[in-house]
Every structure is written in structure tokens, then in C-alpha cells.
């Protein structure tokens, strides 16, 4: 898979910046994928467990408890007010 660039920043700072091939977590209006060459849009984002798939089949998950899902042509962006990755 095709891989985009990928930040989750929280009031904290930046918690995530790099290149993935996958992020999935619930939207407005339910569960949703992004891979590279998504079409542009934004949504909030529900409180669920955020998955983050990279190029070498790494998968990277956290909660959130709310955000906003912004998919650009260039790259996706996750800004939420409390975010923690799993352990």
C-alpha cells in the first residue's frame, strides 16, 4: 500500500508524525478508513480506539475521546483534546 503522511497532535504537541499507509477510527457517522489517495474531507471524530497502520505492517493504537479528521491531498491530519496510545 501506498503510504501518506500522517499527524496526531493533541494540546500536548504533535504525538505522531510520520508516514502511514492506514489510520481507522470512528467518524461522525461511523467507522471510517484513510488510506493514501482518499478523497478531501473533514469530520469529527467519536471516542474510540484510533489504529495507525505503517509500511512495515506495524500497527500503532491509542484512544481518543474527540478530534477532528482532516484528509488533505497531501496529508491527514488528527487533532484531538486527549489522546493516548496503547501500551
Excluded at 15 to 25: E, G, Q, T, Y
Excluded at 57 to 66: E, H, S, W
Amino acid at each position: 500500500m501506498k503510504p501518506f503522511k500522517l499527524v496526531i497532535s493533541s494540546p500536548d504537541g504533535d504525538l505522531f508524525r510520520d508516514n502511514a499507509v492506514k489510520i481507522s477510527l470512528r467518524g461522525y457517522e461511523g467507522d471510517l478508513a484513510v488510506m493514501a489517495g482518499h478523497i478531501p474531507f473533514v469530520t469529527p471524530v467519536k471516542p474510540c480506539e484510533c489504529v495507525v497502520e505503517m509500511e512495515n505492517n506495524i500497527l500503532k493504537k491509542g484512544n481518543l475521546k474527540d478530534g477532528i479528521l482532516t484528509v488533505s491531498p497531501t496529508e491527514v491530519i488528527l487533532l484531538s483534546g486527549t489522546f493516548k496510545w496503547n501500551e
